[in-house]
């Protein structure tokens, strides 16, 4: 039951710390080959391929892929009332969040008469994946769509894979997710098809190409993305979900351990791990692991992610230590439970989002807490940002100069030009002072 990692009386530089980090052994470049055959697939031969893929992976078979708006209607109203009222709640929080992700636009005036305008333009038209597989992913829809929404974003398609449990339907809990956000375009399509389909587009089923596709999946999804990067702008090629727990022996035992197992469950990938200045917190967080794992349903999947490799009880020599492993780390998900979080708090760098204090769970975030679960994985979070507004959002620079700032700078602007071998640069401005 998961491996210890001793790093107490060690001096390790940040070179050492990214090689001794737990990492699953799982590589989307190894999907890379067969998701490209598929994407190309689609691209040659449209709704026919993804019928076949359909076939071939989900188990079902797709005759119109397109789901009736009378369809999501008859899921919105057929949604649990208790779950109905969460997905309501959670849309309000996270399009309040969100809304503090848009930025002001804002004006620069360099010299008199010279304008520089910075604005903030969503995109036309995104492209949500929504997966299918080991569970039901409602909470994605929110997470996804409601950013896009906030930001501006006109039209928003979303695809899921069809199951085979409803008929090779999309999941009628992801169809009310998706009807109360208001989103009435909805395919049924899954894996690296669905993906190129969104990128590319299918004139047959009257699925026009997307600008940006979010969304996450497995490693076929993943590579798909990576693979149609530059067609069109995605989130991020997501890896399995990982948490990591700053704690010392302060922490409560059980609430470390529910919290480890509670990401542990989304995937035999999964990495939980926890970082502590208390050998005796990693004794009893193993002992409740071994107590808790089995009453869990997911039992055999949480034994397996906390088996693997990716998955640690670290010991360090104190807080500063646990804090420099996990900058290291660059976990999707940060706990801090100790005596002084705040403390901790301030020297995070590095963390796709950070729960601080004892009843701040990961799963609030997942769910309620108005923060976006989409998070950067696999350390990306040292050099990347989780889903928000900003993602469906492009900075565009507005350039306004009259004839006397053009020619206040005039002498230099030629200097550069005929620096850099470009005397056209200048010329073009010459010609609009008239000089020759």
Known sequence: MIQTTDLRGLK?????LLG??????????????????IVQAVRERGADALRDQAERFDGVRTDVFRVEAAAIARAVDELDPLVKEALIESIARVTEASRAQVPEGSVTVPAPGALIEQRWQPVARAGVYVPGGKAVYPSSVVMNVVPALVAGVGSVALVSPGQRDFGGAVHPVILGAAGLLGIDEVYVMGG????????????????EPVQVITGPGNNYVAAAKQLVRGRVGIDAVAGATEIL???????DPTLVAVDLISQAEHDEEA???????????????????????????SATRV????????????????????????????PEHLEIQTRDDEGVLAGVTSA???????????????????????????????????????TFLRPQQIVRYDHDALAEVADRLVALSRAELLPAHGEAVAARLHKP
């Open 12 to 16: 390790p530089t940040h070179a050492d």
């Open 20 to 37: 001794l980090v737990p990492r699953s052994h799982v590589d989307v470049a190894a999907a890379s080959g067969s998701a490209a055959q």
């Open 192 to 207: 690296a098809g669905a993906i190129a389909a969104l990128a590319y587009g299918v004139p047959e089923i009257g699925l």
């Open 245 to 251: 727990v700053i704690a010392d022996d302060s922490a």
């Open 271 to 297: 990495a939980a791990v926890l970082v502590t200045t208390s050998a005796e917190l990693a004794d009893r967080v193993r002992d409740e692991l071994v107590r808790l794992v089995p009453r869990t349903l």
């Open 303 to 330: 034994q397996t992610a906390l088996d693997g490799r990716q998955s640690a009880l670290v010991l360090v020599d104190d807080l500063a230590a646990a804090v420099d492993f996990s900058n290291a780390y660059g």
């Open 352 to 390: 796709g989002a950070v729960f601080v204090g004892p009843s701040t769970p990961v799963s609030l975030g997942d769910y309620l807490a108005g923060s976006n679960h989409v998070l950067p994985t696999g350390g990306q979070s040292r050099f990347s940002s989780g889903l928000g507004a900003y």
